[in-house]
């Protein structure tokens, strides 16, 4: 059974930074993807970023793009999400998710495994 666990999130100032990190354990992952989702007070959940385990190509949402990289130690089967240069409206539980396919994806119910989350609060 796949298990997803979370780590890194904290409180932080606007324009600071913060690394998750996204473990995976219960078998060999190759031809799969892993992506971070979030969701916040009150809101839908939103795509954040994903990446390919084997290739490592990404997809990043607009929001995010230029300030947020995901990245992957497969060795480790760590997924991490580097966030730098935070703001206020990122401020959100974040999840992790892995998809059993190595064909990326942003739509949440594409991905058949989830972490418990990890908040994240972003102060002005």
């Known amino acids: 059974q796949v298990q997803l666990v979370e780590s890194g999130g904290g409180l932080v100032q606007a324009g600071g930074s913060l690394r998750l990190s996204c473990a995976a354990s219960g078998r060999t992952f190759s031809s799969d993807s892993m992506g971070w989702f979030r969701q916040a007070a009150g809101k839908e959940s939103e795509f954040v970023a994903v990446i390919s385990w084997t290739f490592g190509s990404t997809l990043y949402s607009d929001s995010v793009k230029g300030r947020f990289t995901i990245s992957r130690d497969n060795a480790k089967n760590t997924v991490y999400l580097q966030m730098n240069n935070l703001k206020p409206e990122d401020t959100a539980v974040y999840y992790c998710?892995?998809?059993?396919?190595?064909?990326?994806?942003?739509?949440?119910?594409?991905?058949?495994?989830w972490g418990q989350g990890t908040q994240v609060t972003v102060s002005s």
């Open positions: 998710a892995l998809r059993s396919r190595a064909s990326l994806s942003i739509h949440a119910p594409d991905f058949g495994s």
